[in-house]
C-alpha cells in the first residue's frame, strides 16, 4: 500500500516537474496530456480508496516546526491595491462566498478571525519537490461554506486571490484554484490567517490563504479574496480548475 502511495505520488511530482523546468510545449501533445490525466486520476483514486474522504493529514509536534517556513509562489502581488490594505493592516479586507450558494456571504477579518479557530501543525508539500513543516491557525473552511448554504448543483469552490501572475497585472490573468466541494468541507481545510504564532506575513499569503493539508502547495492559494461555488469549470479561465491547471498541471493535487 505504501509502495502504490509513494509509486503515484513520484508520478505526479515527476509530470509537473516537467512543466516547471520548461517543457510546456509537450503539454500541447496528446499522448502527454493523457499520461498526466491518468496519473491524476490513479492519485485520487488511491487516496479514497486507502485514505477515504475524511482522513486526515498528519499532524506534528512543536519540536517539529521549522525554523523557517519556506514560502512557495507569489512573494508580494506588488499592486498598487494590495498595497493600500497592507498600509491600513488590511482592515478593509473582505472574503466574499458566491456562486451557487443560496445566501452569499462577505465576510471582513475581523469576522472571520472571531469565528471559532482550528490550529494545525502540518507539513506543506510543493510540487517542486521540497516540504516544510509549520502550525497553520485560521477558520475551517466547512461552516463558512455552511452559512452560504450551496446549491444542490454546487460541486466545485473556486478560490480567486489578489496575486496577478503576469508583469502587466492583467485581471484575467490572477491567481485561482479550486477543491471539489468534499475536500473544501474537510476538517483540515482552513482559512488561515496566522503561522507558526504570528500574524500570516505577506510572502505567505497575508491576511488569509487556504490550507488544505492534503493537497500540493500549489492547490493552497494565497490572498484570498473571493470564493465561488460552481458546477463546473467551463466557464473560468482556461475551463482546467485552476491557474496552473490551465498550463499543464493535473487539477487533483492530493498527496
Not at 499522448?31 to 475524511?54: C, I, K, N, R, S
Not at 507569489?74 to 451557487?100: C, K, M
Not at 471539489?180 to 481545510?189: I, K, N, W
Not at 493537497?215 to 461555488?229: D, F, M
Request: net charge neutral.
Amino acid at each position: 500500500m505504501t509502495d502504490r502511495r509513494n509509486f503515484l505520488r513520484r508520478a505526479l511530482a515527476g509530470s509537473s516537474t516537467l512543466l516547471l523546468s520548461g517543457c510546456y510545449d509537450l503539454s500541447q501533445k496528446p499522448w502527454f496530456t493523457g499520461l498526466l490525466g491518468q496519473v491524476e486520476h490513479l492519485t485520487q483514486a488511491a487516496q479514497h480508496v486507502f485514505a477515504g474522504p475524511h482522513a486526515l493529514a498528519p499532524e506534528y509536534s512543536k519540536q517539529d516546526i521549522a525554523p523557517v517556513f519556506r514560502a512557495n509562489g507569489t512573494l508580494d502581488p506588488g499592486t498598487a491595491d494590495y498595497a493600500a490594505h497592507v498600509a491600513s493592516q488590511f482592515r478593509n479586507w473582505r472574503i466574499t462566498v458566491g456562486g451557487l450558494v443560496s445566501h452569499p456571504l462577505s465576510l471582513s477579518m475581523d469576522a472571520i478571525r472571531k469565528m471559532p479557530a482550528r490550529t494545525q501543525i502540518t507539513r506543506h508539500d510543493c510540487v517542486e519537490g521540497w516540504s516544510c513543516i509549520g502550525e497553520w491557525t485560521g477558520a475551517p473552511l466547512a461552516p463558512v461554506l455552511a452559512a452560504a448554504e450551496p446549491k444542490p448543483n454546487a460541486r466545485y469552490v473556486i478560490f480567486y486571490c489578489a496575486d496577478p501572475m503576469t508583469a502587466e497585472g492583467d485581471p484575467e490573468h490572477y491567481y485561482y484554484e479550486s477543491l471539489d466541494l468534499a475536500e473544501a468541507m474537510h476538517p483540515q481545510t482552513i482559512l488561515a490567517y496566522r503561522l507558526n504564532n504570528q500574524d500570516l506575513p505577506v510572502a505567505h499569503g497575508a491576511p488569509v490563504r487556504l490550507r488544505a493539508e492534503r493537497q500540493l502547495g500549489y492547490k493552497q492559494p494565497k490572498y484570498v479574496q473571493r470564493i465561488e461555488l460552481v458546477e463546473d469549470f467551463s466557464r473560468i479561465g482556461g475551463g482546467k480548475g485552476g491557474y496552473w491547471e490551465d498550463l499543464g498541471y493535473t487539477w487533483y493535487g492530493g498527496i
